[in-house]
């Protein structure tokens, strides 16, 4: 158990946010596998005030779990009153959650996103006034820092603290390394010792052995699930069960997953409708199927074969006849048991 301000979780994973990807519907399905808490895509703080149509879809969703709302923009204030006004809009939102990690070139030039780590007073002066505007948790994500040469992590989480931040996540990478090159957990190990709020950890999180040797190199309260977790819900499953009890689930067979993503599908239609839906599908329902049989090929079709919700269904019907109780094993999805074994390793030498 672990706290985000008065909030009580119970639980090691964080599903993280990614645009485009992590919608109601996402968050509605892949909770139940164990995402201890979420967080909306981000959204903007002008959208918000200027009661965007857009904007309003990102933030309509029940009081079911944990469930932050994340906003991006470069002025406190501005900040902050989106932040009011969006909790007044939905009552539902749990805690608060400031963009301070994104990397696209568009939201860096006007100010936001990872361009804010320039400035560990103002990441301070954000969180100060959002927390004086809302009376739930307010959170901020960061990167290490812009690029290897200027990191200031630290310099950010300390500004970040005495304005009361309630946990902060740290995506282990430099905003010049976007997504791609190695995450640099060698830049971070005990960092959650020497921070009193709660750390969140982020960074190729795709296996139940990389949530072990991220904990294990920084003690972090909780990991964040990002790209790791789309096609791989059970993913969130391993990791709370290893942290739980330290049993290693072995990975799902594939027709569990063509199962699953027929369900995803369900609920990414019923939210956006059948033409976004089957947009949607064509990027996310390829994913389930990496590391089986014939996975080029059905990654292939999946992608571009798939017009409506009924030649989903019939390719993946397809796929899970192929099945023979066979589990996701292959590369990029390694046998989970084995790599923990090795992961447990990283954590007895860092803390020898
Ligand atoms: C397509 C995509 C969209 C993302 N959108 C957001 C976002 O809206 N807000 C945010 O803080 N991080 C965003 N991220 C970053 C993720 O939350 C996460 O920190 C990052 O992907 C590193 O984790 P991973 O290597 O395990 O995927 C996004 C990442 C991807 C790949």
Redesign the pocket.
């Known amino acids: 158990m672990w706290r985000l301000g008065d909030l009580r979780i119970e639980g090691r994973t964080v599903l993280?946010?990614?645009?485009?990807?992590t919608s109601a519907a996402y968050r509605d399905f892949m909770k139940p596998f164990g995402a201890a808490v979420c967080v909306t895509?981000?959204v903007s703080a002008q959208g918000v005030i200027h009661g965007h149509s857009r904007t309003a879809a990102y933030l309509g969703f029940g009081r079911n779990y944990p469930t932050g709302l994340?906003l991006f923009g470069h002025d406190p204030e501005i900040l902050a009153q989106a932040a009011a006004a969006a909790v007044k809009m939905n009552p539902n939102i749990d805690f608060i959650d400031i963009?301070m990690?994104?990397p696209v070139p568009k939201v860096v030039r006007n100010g936001a996103g990872s361009v804010l780590i320039k400035d560990p007073a103002k990441c301070g002066e954000i969180v100060r006034r959002v927390k004086s505007a809302v009376d739930i948790p307010v959170t901020a994500?960061i990167r290490l820092g812009w690029t290897p040469a200027t990191v200031n992590f630290r310099e950010v989480i300390a500004e970040l603290t005495a304005a009361g931040v309630d946990a902060v996540?740290v995506?282990v990478?430099t905003r010049d390394q976007r997504?791609a090159g190695e995450?640099r957990y060698d830049l971070v190990p005990g960092l959650q010792q020497e921070m009193s709020v709660p750390l969140i950890i982020?960074?190729?999180?795709?296996t139940v052995a990389d949530a072990v040797r991220a904990v294990g190199i920084t003690g972090a309260a909780a990991v964040?699930?990002?790209?790791?977790g789309v096609g791989d819900p059970f993913l969130l499953t391993q990791i709370e069960r290893y942290f739980r009890d330290g049993t290693v689930l072995p990975n799902p067979t594939v027709r569990e997953q063509t199962e699953w993503c027929l369900e995803l599908a369900d609920m990414i239609l019923a939210e956006q409708g059948e033409d976004a839906g089957v947009r949607r599908l064509r990027t996310l329902a390829p994913h389930f199927v990496a590391g089986c049989r014939r996975s080029r090929e059905y990654r292939n079709r999946l992608a571009t074969e798939t017009d409506s919700r009924a030649d989903l269904a019939a390719l993946l019907n397809e796929i899970s006849a192929e099945d023979g109780g066979e589990r996701i094993y292959t590369e990029g999805r390694p046998d989970p048991a084995a790599e923990v074994r090795k992961a447990r390793t990283v954590r007895s030498s860092q803390t020898a």
Do not use: D, L, T, W
């Open positions: 993280g946010p990614m645009s485009g990807f895509e981000m994340q963009n990690g994104c994500k996540a995506h990478r997504y995450p982020s960074g190729n999180i795709y964040m699930v990002a790209r790791g």
